[in-house]
């Protein structure tokens, strides 16, 4: 970087700071998207160290996978809340990258994702992404893909049906929602593969289980494991 860049770098950081996505507060030099008192304290979850955890337990019974975790519990009326719905809902995709390569760090380290072949991200469908102008699963998924060392698949998996939210929906009611709402191209592509379906927020887990089952139902040879960026502590039965 020239001394130019370096001091226009340090004015404009005087004048207009990077905050921490979650606390607001200024970041000091070095410090990327989250402080370092926030990373210190973050409310992680463990999972991805646990062959056997509360999200691989989630899918007991509803579809065979070879590893699931996810990376933070999802704190209502929290900076982390805040962090989240800044890259679904107010444009902060880089959030959602950096994040992508916080966790990515972790799944790496834990040795449990080391034969991940690739990553794929929950799809959006056209409508929502054009209207929000991109998919923060494909961020997420880029960031874990970098640390993991493998590439995106982004074009394998589509939405064909436009579901309505899901955040008010009971728990059946998210199952209906999404059936039949995932469809599979270019099968080939992940014939015979391990693959990393990764979302943003998991809460009843209906959404990427119906993912993951209409892909092993079109390409029943591949592995698939799940990685969400946040989880719903009181859906996994956990007491805060």
């Not at 966790?103 to 834990?110: H, I, M, P």
């Not at 994702?113 to 054009?130: A, N, S």
């Amino acid at each position: 970087m020239s001394i130019l860049s370096e001091l226009f770098r340090d004015v404009a950081s005087l004048f207009f700071p990077t905050r921490c996505a979650v606390c607001g507060q200024a970041l000091e030099p070095g410090e990327r998207t989250v402080c370092t008192l926030c990373r210190a304290t973050a409310p992680l979850t463990g999972f991805w160290r646990e062959a056997d955890n509360p999200v691989v337990r989630k899918c007991w019974g509803l579809v065979p996978v070879e590893q699931a975790s996810a990376f933070l519990y999802f704190v209502h009326a929290s900076g982390w809340r805040e962090l989240i719905h800044g890259f679904k809902y107010r444009g902060a995709w880089r959030t959602a990258r950096e994040m992508g390569e916080w966790y990515g760090r972790y799944l790496r380290e834990s040795g449990l994702y080391d034969d991940v072949e690739c990553v794929v991200p929950l799809p959006l469908h056209p409508f929502k992404r054009c209207r929000r102008g991109y998919n923060q699963s494909e961020y997420i998924a880029e960031g874990i893909a970098r640390q993991l060392g493998v590439g995106v698949e982004r074009r394998s998996v589509y939405r064909r049906r436009n579901t309505e939210s899901q955040a008010l929906k009971s728990r059946h009611e998210r199952a209906g929602n999404v059936e039949g709402a995932f469809a599979v191209r270019h099968a080939e592509r992940l014939a015979g593969r391990h693959v990393l379906l990764v979302d943003d927020v998991m809460t009843t887990g209906s959404t990427l289980l119906s993912c993951a089952a209409e892909m092993l139902r079109v390409v029943p040879d591949c592995r698939i494991s799940l990685a969400a960026l946040a989880v719903s502590q009181r859906e996994l039965g956990i007491k805060g």
